[in-house]
């Protein structure tokens, strides 16, 4: 089992940029395949990027394509996630997501394909 803890999260300006991290723990964090996800007030939480155990593979949300950029270093058991270009719409409580897997290359997308979960960071973006 592992143990998740986001960091990072503020308040920006539009336009800036939030480096978010997840710090992982209690288990072998390169098992594991990695996601993002957000949930504003009133909303489902909805996906925002993943990446495969070893970071090779990464997918994105169209929303945030080419802004956000996600990157693991299993050395240090972390995940991150670059925002630049920041957006009000991208105001939302943000979560980093582990699924235990024997896939080197797959990364997973939905909510209900991972078992843990942080408990979260809030961003929040000023227009």
């Known amino acids: 089992q592992v143990s998740l803890v986001e960091s990072g999260g503020g308040l920006v300006q539009a336009g800036g940029s939030l480096r978010l991290s997840c710090a992982a723990s209690?288990?072998?964090?390169?098992?594991?395949?990695m996601g993002w996800f957000r949930q504003a007030p009133g909303k489902e939480r909805e996906f925002v990027a993943a990446?495969?155990?070893?970071?090779?593979?990464?997918y994105y949300a169209d929303s945030v394509k080419g802004r956000f950029t996600i990157s693991r270093d299993n050395a240090k058991n972390m995940v991150y996630l670059q925002m630049n270009s920041l957006k009000p719409e991208d105001t939302a409580v943000y979560y980093c997501?582990?699924?235990?897997?024997?896939?080197?290359?797959?990364?997973?997308?939905?909510?209900?394909?991972?078992?843990?979960w942080g408990q979260g960071t809030q961003v929040t973006v000023s227009s």
């Open positions: 990446a495969s155990r070893s970071g090779g593979s990464t």
């Open positions: 209690g288990h072998t964090f390169s098992l594991y395949a």
């Open positions: 997501a582990a699924r235990l897997t024997t896939s080197g290359s797959s990364y997973y997308t939905g909510p209900s394909e991972y078992a843990y």
